[in-house]
């Protein structure tokens, strides 16, 4: 199998994990993807993935196989704008895990995405840190981080917001 087969898979299947919870990747939950239509929840994260440099009209065609069925460019518009900016990064780190040699340094970054949140800047910690070390740099208005491998092993890392969302919880994320 080529790489490019074993990349697509390994995102087909991160799709179809992603699409058991898509409320969670949607801007509206009770709404967004609920009815049975051209454009699905998985289908438009993949098409939006697989987009090359052509018409989005003719790029549509060749993914549908020139069929008459074919959802218009405005459709497909309508479908994108329903998926939130952060399952796109989710994918994207699901479909590419990190993996540290010992000794090796790597820049790590999160965005605080909620829009209630009262101050999106964050703090990132390791659950072991004797394993993964996360260095952080004050950068003036926000903070850079890097990640160091210590030794082999596995660390999570917790990733919680400095502020709370209107609701006063804090926003926090494990990867």
């Known amino acids: 199998m080529n790489i490019f087969k074993s990349i697509k898979k390994q995102l087909k299947f991160c799709i ?8 969670l990747f949607v801007v509206n939950p009770e709404k967004d993807f609920t009815r049975k239509r ?19 009209k003719d790029e549509l065609l060749k993914r549908f196989g020139y069929s008459l069925d074919t959802p218009s460019a405005s459709s497909f518009i309508q479908a994108r704008d329903k998926i939130r900016p952060d ?11 990190t993996t540290l040699n010992v000794g090796d340094l790597k820049g790590f970054g999160a965005t ?3 829009e209630d949140a009262t101050n999106k800047l964050i703090k990132i910690e390791s659950s072991d840190p004797e394993v993964l070390e996360v260095i952080r740099t004050n950068a003036g208005d926000h903070y850079t981080y890097t990640l160091h491998a210590l030794k082999q092993g596995t660390a999570t890392l ?9 609701q006063g919880q804090p926003v926090t994320k494990q990867v």
């Open 38 to 56: 051209k454009h699905l929840f998985g289908d438009t994260l993949m098409n939006v993935i697989l987009l090359e440099s052509g018409s989005l």
């Open 158 to 166: 917790m990733i919680t917001s400095n502020g709370n969302t209107a």
């Open 16 to 23: 179809k994990a992603m699409d058991t919870s898509s409320s």
């Open 112 to 114: 605080i995405v909620t």
């Open 87 to 97: 399952a796109f990064h989710t994918l994207l780190d699901a479909a590419n895990p």
